[in-house]
């Protein structure tokens, strides 16, 4: 293996374009409204050793013209980089570069038949094959452990506007995450109105009030059994000694709970979320209208509009609900 211990990240760069960044069909990033963003992730606890579907499935914004749609001044770059866990050098190992300018939009509307066209907005300088990374070098190999496939483009299943799809095989030497294994969830958009509310309320009722009461005892034995399937994957993912992430997440919690500058877990008004599930069919979490990516586990900052929200995904395995992520 090029790496003992691979960390790797997404770094993203963006402006003037809406999108959902996912890696096998996990959510990393939302942006709904085209304001810049520069971040990096961490993205071991979404990976498998082996392929790995990076998706960008990008969301039409208001535009100048007044109307909605992809930015002719959209500008997205992405990169997926890996370093040694103890190191401090990385190395970039493939590179998505999205310009706007490049599509050709007639009518307000993007021809998506025009396959050339659509790939014409998208750039990269790294291999499309199989490498290896020797001294944080990129060295071609027909045996190599890494490999990338050419994009695939299209008219996308979420929001109808531009998908980008690229197959990356990875080495990782942690194991399968159980998630990928959980019972399957049905989508939103295939509910009926009865078992979209149904599901809500059973979300409510089975997954989020143990942590709202676990909190608001700030019952460390009860934190500490709701974490405990997570901490494990997450001591494997970054490498941690065994036991640690949970001891280091009920640590932080129970602070939480004890900051006198913080209000109390906040109530959740049912009539204000809806219910997210990943594009793998095995993720789900509660959340704002219109803002996948919102938390409902939140403390408010007294006297203040902030909020501190702890970002949580639960998957089911045999009818019974984990928190997993």
Request: include cysteine; aromatic fraction near 10%.
């Amino acid at each position: 293996m090029n790496y003992k211990q691979p960390f790797y990240t997404l770094r993203l760069n963006s402006q003037n374009c809406g999108y959902r960044i996912t890696v096998n069909g996990c959510f990393i990033e939302e942006q709904r409204h085209g304001e810049m963003n520069v971040m990096e992730y961490p993205i071991n606890q979404w990976l498998k050793n082996g392929d790995n579907l990076f998706d960008i499935y990008h969301i039409n914004i208001p535009t100048p013209a007044g109307i909605t749609g992809l930015r002719n001044d959209g500008k997205l770059t992405l990169e997926l980089c890996v370093r040694e866990n103890s190191g401090s050098e990385t190395t970039i190992i493939n590179r998505t570069i999205y310009d706007g300018s490049h599509l050709k939009i007639e009518d307000d509307s993007v021809d998506y038949t025009d396959i050339e066209g659509l790939l014409s907005s998208l750039s990269t300088s790294f291999l499309t094959n199989k490498f290896d990374v020797v001294s944080n070098k990129i060295v071609p190999s027909d045996t190599g452990e890494f490999s990338i496939e050419d994009y695939q483009v299209k008219k996308g299943e979420y929001n109808h506007a531009l998908q980008t799809t690229q197959n990356i095989t990875l080495p990782a030497p942690f194991p399968l995450w159980r998630f990928f294994k959980a019972d399957e969830l049905t989508n939103h958009n295939e509910l009926s109105d009865e078992q979209w509310e149904a599901t809500r309320k059973n979300m409510i009722n089975e997954v989020y009030q143990p942590v709202w009461k676990a909190l608001r005892d700030n019952d460390a034995k009860a934190l500490k059994a709701l974490f405990l399937e997570r901490g494990k994957e997450y001591d494997q993912a970054f490498y941690k000694e065994e036991g640690k992430d949970v001891y280091e997440m009920v640590v932080h919690l129970r602070s939480l709970v004890d900051n006198e500058d913080l209000s109390p877990v906040r109530d959740l008004n049912i009539n204000a979320c809806d219910v997210a599930v990943a594009f793998n069919n095995k993720l789900t979490w509660l959340h704002d209208w219109d803002l996948s990516l919102s938390e409902k586990i939140e403390f408010e900052h007294l006297g203040t509009d902030l909020l501190t929200s702890i970002p949580l995904k639960f998957a089911r395995f045999d009818g019974k609900w984990e928190i997993v992520r």
